[in-house]
């Protein structure tokens, strides 16, 4: 992979010589969150592009409905309230707006 403008970050240095220079570094990757609570997904490997497609299939994500987009918790919550919208439980005007589209 190549140092471009997407995945480089400046830094600015002082040689011990007391010379300036710039130098680059690659980019953290930061790792995959929930797309509700925001927390950090477990199963989910970050990292270096090279890296996570060496893994196989099921070390990549989370095989479960919502697995890798969703936390345990958020999913639990989101299946539960599918069924309840099936079964005329709740009515749809009755679930909160941010959740919506994890319930089509
Ligand atoms: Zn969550």
């Known amino acids: 992979m190549q140092l471009t403008s997407y995945n480089k970050k ?11 220079i710039v130098a680059y570094k690659y980019k953290r990757h930061s790792a995959h969150k929930c ?3 925001k927390k950090e997904l477990h199963g989910k490997p970050s ?9 196989s299939k099921s070390q990549r994500t989370v095989e ?3 697995g890798g987009m969703l936390c345990s918790k958020c999913s639990r919550n989101i299946i539960s309230l599918k069924a309840k919208l ?3 439980i709740i009515a749809k ?4 707006i941010s959740l919506k589209r994890y319930l089509q």
């Open 10 to 20: 400046k830094i600015r240095r002082r040689t011990p010589g007391g010379a300036s």
């Open 35 to 37: 797309g509700i609570c």
């Open 47 to 55: 990292g270096r592009n090279a890296y996570v497609s060496n893994l």
């Open 86 to 88: 099936k079964h005329g």
């Open 64 to 66: 479960r409905p919502f």
């Open 93 to 96: 005007a009755e679930t909160p």
